[in-house]
């Protein structure tokens, strides 16, 4: 049972225009999510996360977006650069699961100079 | 402040043998996640452990255990491995105090089973 679903496994955006990352929950629980981002031979790195109590949160060119009844969340990159090709992974927990995060499968992004 | 390091690097294993992946999180780290990733799959969680104690537990079979020092180094063991154990083992560390913090992972473990 996938939790956390990301349905687009690759994306590809031209250098300067936005990308879009997608990622749907179907656990009523979570009520924080974070998005990873994954280059080839290293391991994940944080890059953004949202608390339920909020619908947006920003970070320089990265934005979270949060939709509670939809159980749907977005990463939006704007502008895109060459170094942000990598796998996106998006994930989630809930109060009292600790570090019990789950991920979601990973959008590979391509930003195309 | 070094980062959190996981050996060996690569390891190549048959059916039915066992194997323990190490992973030394960052310093003043006392939570450790171990994941699998596989392809198609992203990452799967298999255990959490806090100060020596197991906090959280995936849906994986009892075959796969882990536990943690008082340094808060932390093993993980595999035992009877099948082929379908080939994966990316992903360890991660973070202070583990506050929900939703975030982890810090390291590079992985390449696990080949033949």
């Known amino acids: 049972d996938q939790q956390v679903k990301q349905n687009s496994p690759s994306l590809s955006v031209q250098e300067g225009r936005i990308s879009i990352l997608n990622c749907d929950y179907t656990?009523?629980?979570?009520?924080?999510f974070l998005w990873y981002k994954k280059y080839p031979a290293e391991g994940p790195t944080f890059l953004i996360s949202?608390?339920?109590?909020?619908d947006k949160n920003e970070d320089g060119r990265f934005t979270v977006f949060l939709n509670k009844s939809a159980k749907h969340l977005s990463l939006h990159i704007v502008p895109s650069q060459p170094g942000d090709s990598a796998v996106y992974f998006c994930a989630a927990n809930y109060a009292g699961g600790y570090q019990k995060v789950t991920f979601g499968t990973g959008t590979k992004l391509q930003v195309i100079p | 402040k070094a980062g959190v390091t996981q050996t060996p690097r690569y390891l190549i294993k048959t059916r039915g043998q066992q194997v323990t992946l190490s992973c030394s999180p960052i310093?003043?780290?006392?939570?450790v996640s171990w994941y699998q990733q596989t392809p198609g799959q992203g990452l799967q969680f298999l255990f959490e452990y806090f100060s020596e104690t197991q906090r959280n537990k995936g849906n994986f079979p009892g075959r796969f255990s882990g536990r943690q020092f008082s340094n808060s180094r932390s093993e993980m063991n595999v035992s009877t491995l099948e082929l379908g154990d080939s994966a990316l083992y992903l360890c991660?560390?973070?202070?583990?105090?506050?929900?939703?913090?975030?982890?810090?992972f390291g590079p992985g473990t390449r696990l080949t089973v033949l």
């Open positions: 310093s003043g780290h006392r939570s």
């Open positions: 991660a560390s973070s202070l583990g105090v506050i929900q939703g913090g975030w982890q810090f």
């Open positions: 656990n009523s629980m979570f009520d924080y």
């Open positions: 949202i608390s339920s109590i909020k």
